[in-house]
């Protein structure tokens, strides 16, 4: 049985800076068509840790960390703040690839919100300035008028704004047709990320 999905992942082909990894990954995905390949689950959990999870769209990677955007009274938002461990995955089926991030959250600074907020289409804006995330509500249509209510600039609301998870072990999967999958785990070290094998 023929499955394009699989392909041998060795440690050589790995680049030593997962972030850079991240990167090579998501550029194989847009260039074989992947339908939003940025998008990730988000695991999140209470204090007590009962968990919970949602998709959400990585809006950028670097050296400080990942960087995801949201209100802060959902209920993603309010666990992390009583909670700040949170884990991502990124999955890509056509290419059999998925990636797991671990780490802690931090609210980005005001000023990085505004500027994404102001990026967005006016359509967004209005929907995250109005929408009470996670709160029951009557009907579509009390969202709908409240939306209409607003115009086109719209001041990000204080209750919404960006995350960065600050990745502490991230894990890079590829899928194999005999089930022995090759797993790769970086976690830190003295001089940089520590590289493992781990088995499937």
């Known amino acids: 049985m023929n499955d394009e999905r699989d392909r041998p992942l060795n440690q050589r082909d790995l680049d030593a800076d997962p972030v850079a990894q991240l990167h090579a990954w998501l550029g194989e995905a847009r260039a074989a068509g992947v339908e939003l390949p940025e998008a ?65 959250v931090e609210r980005l600074a005001a000023a990085e919100s505004d500027e994404y907020f102001e990026s967005r289409p006016p359509g967004s804006r209005r929907s995250a300035a109005v929408s009470p995330q996670s709160a029951v509500v009557a009907g579509r249509e009390e969202l709908e008028r409240a939306a209409g209510k607003v115009g086109d600039d719209v001041p990000r609301p204080a209750s919404w704004g960006g995350y960065l998870l600050v990745p502490s072990q991230w894990e890079f999967w590829q899928h194999r047709l005999d089930r022995l999958h090759d797993r790769f785990r970086y976690r830190p070290g003295e001089d940089g990320w520590i590289v493992e094998r781990l088995a499937p």
Not at 48 to 59: C, E, F, H, N, Y
Not at 73 to 96: I, M, Q
Request: aromatic letters at 8%.
């Open 40 to 104: 990730m689950t988000l695991a999140t959990a209470t204090r007590d840790g009962a968990p919970s999870a949602r998709m959400v769209l990585l809006k950028d990677a670097g050296v400080r960390g990942l960087r995801f955007f949201t209100s802060y009274e959902s209920r993603k938002g309010l666990e992390l703040a009583e909670n700040p461990r949170a884990a991502l995955v990124l999955y890509w089926h056509a290419l059999g690839r998925q990636m797991r991030i671990e780490g802690i």
